[in-house]
């Protein structure tokens, strides 16, 4: 069966420090991956999706960066944070051609 | 652009009470999804319509899509306090890659 994996659960990052969130997928090849943030109490947000290694669709130009360096993992990045990329960070998968989207644990991050 | 609206935004309703919540997309869909985030957790996928007119339960869930596969809802029969949390519906976005999701109904249940 398929997992997704996030880490770290929680972060605590202070305003002008760099960001590096990872999510992987297990037990499936050539999913697509997208990441989410949700500000509390508000709605999905879609940052980026990526079809496949290297490739990566950016919907909201930001501050945050991501790249896909190998089939399964995805990473969400950031060079220097701003008090407002506080939120709660999501990673979804999904396979072929189906719609249904399949999320992860999240990574809640608060910068300081 | 493609948008999806949820209504409401927010329901508090007694246990044992019913709750419904509302879906309408700009565009004609192909399908449409809901998902339930319970606090504090992710968004989890309940059901997926395709069929113009369906109709699908699980347990005390109905959900509807519309006969102009434009609108869904998601109706509770007797809620109970697990069914505490965010109720999202999505649709597929233009890009085919990506769903456009509303910004959900929260739904809390007082015992």
């Given amino acids: ?112 | 652009g493609q948008q999806v609206m949820q209504i409401p935004q927010y329901q508090h309703v007694q246990e044992g009470e019913d709750f419904t919540t509302y879906c309408n997309s700009s565009t004609t869909l192909s399908n449409i999804q809901w998902y339930k985030q319970r606090p504090g957790g992710h968004p989890v996928f309940l059901i997926q319509l395709v069929k113009s007119g369906e109709v699908k339960k699980q347990k005390r869930l109905t959900f509807q899509f519309g006969e102009a596969k434009k609108n869904s809802s998601l109706h509770i029969t007797a809620t109970q306090t697990t069914d505490v949390g965010t109720y999202f519906c999505a649709g597929p976005a233009n890009s085919g890659y990506a769903l456009n999701f509303g910004k959900g109904t929260s739904l809390l249940v007082t015992p």
């Fill in chain 1, 1 to 112: 069966s398929q997992t997704i994996h996030q880490w770290p659960a929680t972060l605590v990052q202070p305003v002008g420090s760099p960001l590096s969130l990872e999510c992987t997928v297990e037990g499936t090849s050539n999913p697509n991956l997208y990441w989410y943030r949700q500000a509390a109490g508000r709605g999905l947000q879609l940052l980026f999706y990526s079809v496949g290694i290297g490739q990566i669709s950016s919907e909201v130009p930001q501050n945050l960066s991501a790249s896909r360096p190998q089939d399964r993992q995805f990473i969400l990045s950031s060079k220097k944070l701003l008090l407002s990329d506080s939120g709660f960070y999501l990673c979804a998968w999904r396979q072929g051609a189906s719609d249904t989207q399949y999320f992860g644990p999240g990574t809640r991050l608060t910068v300081l």
